[in-house]
T-cell receptor, first 116, second 115 residues
Framework: AQSVAQPEDQVNVAEGNPLTVKCTYSVSGNPYLFWYVQYPNRGLQFLLKYITGDNLVKGSYGFEAEFNKSQTSFHLKKPSALVSDSALYFCAVRDGPNSGNTPLVFGKGTRLSVIA | DSGVTQTPKHLITATGQRVTLRCSPRSGDLSVYWYQQSLDQGLQFLIQYYNGEERAKGNILERFSAQQFPDLHSELNLSSLELGDSALYFC??????????????FGPGTRLTVL
């Protein structure tokens, strides 16, 4: 069965500093990995995804994520945090090709707080 | 704006009642997904429809049902409501189904409060 873990409920970072939000996953085959962000009273917004190819994926708002197969991780990063990046971040995973219609599994979310 | 619309935005009702949540997917998207978000359970997948047919079922209670209509909008019906059903209900859409690598686009959600 597929699963995803976000080990930190909360991440605090000073504005201008680099940020990392951690995600590890478990699937039986090759993963499709996604990051979403949720601002207060809003739906989830897609940030980026890893399907295949380059392990470093660039997404919206200056975010990027690195796929590490050996460590089964897909950490979200940004070189310089903004106060406006404060939100709830979700990692999601599903088995990749040839896995049929298996649903996307979301982590429990990590609340990012960027302090001015 | 994701292009996915959900109505109503808020719903307050009593235990034992029945409600219907509505979702219109992005133009051209054939798949609709329903999720429940609560503080203790996180984001839980409920059910997926693709072009009018049920394609995948998650942790959906028997008291809950959904359908997707020919115009591709979807409704989630929740009956015999309990206090524990209070949550945010999201609809998402994508061009393909789960078997594709398309990202899902989420609506703004319906906040259901059961008193």
């Amino acid at each position: 069965a597929q699963s995803v873990a976000q080990p930190e409920d909360q991440v605090n970072v000073a504005e201008g500093n680099p940020l990392t939000v951690k995600c590890t996953y478990s699937v039986s085959g090759n993963p499709y990995l996604f990051w979403y962000v949720q601002y207060p009273n809003r739906g989830l917004q897609f940030l980026l995804k890893y399907i295949t190819g380059d392990n470093l994926v660039k997404g919206s708002y200056g975010f990027e994520a690195e796929f590490n197969k050996s460590q089964t991780s897909f950490h979200l990063k940004k070189p310089s945090a903004l106060v406006s990046d404060s939100a709830l971040y979700f990692c999601a995973v599903r088995d990749g090709p040839n896995s049929g219609n298996t649903p996307l599994v979301f982590g429990k979310g990590t609340r990012l707080s960027v302090i001015a | 704006d994701s292009g996915v619309t959900q109505t109503p935005k808020h719903l307050i009702t009593a235990t034992g009642q029945r409600v219907t949540l509505r979702c219109s997917p992005r133009s051209g998207d054939l798949s609709v997904y329903w999720y429940q978000q609560s503080l203790d359970q996180g984001l839980q997948f409920l059910i997926q429809y693709y072009n009018g047919e049920e394609r995948a079922k998650g942790n959906i209670l028997e008291r809950f049902s959904a359908q997707q209509f020919p115009d591709l909008h979807s409704e989630l019906n929740l009956s015999s409501l309990e206090l524990g059903d209070s949550a945010l209900y999201f609809c998402a859409s994508s061009p393909g189904g789960f078997s594709s690598y398309n990202e899902q686009f989420f609506g703004p959600g319906t906040r259901l409060t059961v008193l």
